[in-house]
């Protein structure tokens, strides 16, 4: 059964590999690195909207025939995910959102485009982004961050390490109102947040949870928008309770 792993703003499909060495024991696992993203081509035109990275999902599923369809979608990667589900529920049999809202403006998705925006795109070395991403990832472990950094970054010739997505695409990208999309979502939805992320709040979950019918929530603890890193266990342990259901 194939089980297709969408990445957030500035992560990659690698950024998923812990993760998906534990999928693959039961499941058939892709990974998509989206337009200007890992080892994906920068978008020639500049255009990083929602329509897309949709686009570019409804291509793929075409290309590889892929039905019976779990998708898994992190943060924008959720939007892009739960905005797939909602325009073809013939595809789609389950659907996991991490910690994404369907609001048009986020206070804490605001105050990391802020740092985006202004943060540079090159580091001195290797440990340098590993103490940016512990920044964003204060709980994950040191393996989690150091692969992070290695599939997120490459090293230049003089040694230091630059971001290996376009940085176009964080200036580029938008968040258009999606509380409606969720009306139309009809698969069975699992809904996770990090019990401290800013970006997911409770009670914004709530209200998502009510709005997709089939939907459960759960909130993990000591984590917080990159719950799958900060918390892998309990996320493993609630993305495969809800899938072996």
Known sequence: RPILLLHGLQDCASSWEPFATTLAQQYRVLSLDHRGHGQSPWAVDGSYKLKDYVGELEEFVEALSLRDLVMIGHSAGGKN????????????????????????????????????????????????????????????????????????????????????RDRALVFGYERPDAWETLDHIVCPTLLIRGNDSNLLTHDVAVRMQERIHTCELVELDDAGHWCYDENPSQFHQAVLGFLNK
Request: charge should be negative; aromatic fraction near 10%.
């Open 81 to 164: 995910a739960f905005t797939f589900a909602a325009n073809h529920p013939e595809v789609l049999t389950k659907l996991v959102i991490v910690d994404m809202d369907p609001d048009a403006y986020n206070p804490g998705s605001a105050s990391m485009f802020d740092r985006y925006r202004t943060e540079p795109d090159e580091w001195t070395n290797f440990d340098a982004v590993v103490e940016r991403l512990r920044i964003r990832e204060p709980r994950a472990s040191e393996e989690r961050l150091s692969h992070q950094a290695s599939v997120l970054t490459r090293e230049t010739t003089s040694g230091s390490r630059v971001w290996k």
